[in-house]
């Protein structure tokens, strides 16, 4: 009992919530990445799909997606298994529809991408990879236009938008696994240059490579 009690305030200084269950009805669609749930008690909840991003609205293929979750959950009973709230007070969370996980269809379907920053489910990458190889959705797009959404909203703010480097995401699985994506590191939490390069090639930490040069954190790699 002492210690479930230490859990519980431990949670609560440290930000991390318990996983819940929600159902309802999705009654609004915002962008590709994010849906209104007026839950059974007429609550209406703002969800924001968790470990995958979908191009901004004034992205090409922005519309697209947001027209791609739409087919997959609008108007229809969906249940979020949620997994804590965003700094706007969204529930984030993964979404299923009769059985369908929409945050990871719309990867298959390449309307998103998977969140490298916040990514805690190392099959999107596979499923990502695949849409990729197939020029599913987004991936048809020419290269100059496969902007990942955080360099994209980054790039309109600094006035400048990188394209994403699509190399191949699994190439060495077995040496990758190891580190994780979540949370994000800065050099100094690097404990080697092989971590500080995974984070930056699979999880698309840039703050890692400020001088853009492809090389992370140039005190510990050569």
């Not at 009973?77 to 945050?103: A, C, L």
């Not at 100059?144 to 400048?160: L, N, Y």
Request: proline share 4%; net charge positive.
């Amino acid at each position: 009992m002492f210690r479930a009690v230490l859990f519980l305030l431990a949670a609560a200084f440290t930000g991390f919530s318990l996983a819940e269950t929600l159902t309802g009805k999705v009654v609004a669609i915002a962008d590709g990445d994010t849906l209104t749930l007026l839950t059974e008690s007429k609550q209406q909840l703002k969800i924001r799909l968790a470990e995958i991003d979908t191009p901004e609205r004034a992205q090409p293929y922005g519309t697209r997606a947001r027209q791609a979750l739409s087919e997959l959950a609008f108007g229809k009973r969906t249940t979020i298994e949620s997994q804590e709230k965003d700094r706007y007070g969204r529930i984030v969370g993964r979404v299923f529809v009769d059985g369908v996980d929409v945050n990871k269809e719309l990867v298959r379907r390449g309307a998103a991408w998977v969140y490298r920053q916040y990514n805690r489910d190392r099959s999107l990458l596979a499923v990502e990879d695949e849409a990729r190889k197939a020029k599913r959705g987004l991936w048809a797009l020419p290269e100059a236009e496969r902007v990942a959404p955080w360099d994209w909203r980054k790039g309109i703010k600094t006035g400048v938008v990188s394209p994403y480097n699509a190399a191949p995401l699994l190439a060495d699985a077995s040496k990758s696994a190891k580190y994780s994506c979540s949370p994000r590191k800065t050099c100094g939490q690097m404990t080697s240059c092989e971590e500080a390069r995974f984070h930056l090639k699979q999880c698309g930490n840039r703050r890692l490579d400020r001088d853009n040069d492809g090389i992370p954190c140039e005190s510990i790699c050569p």
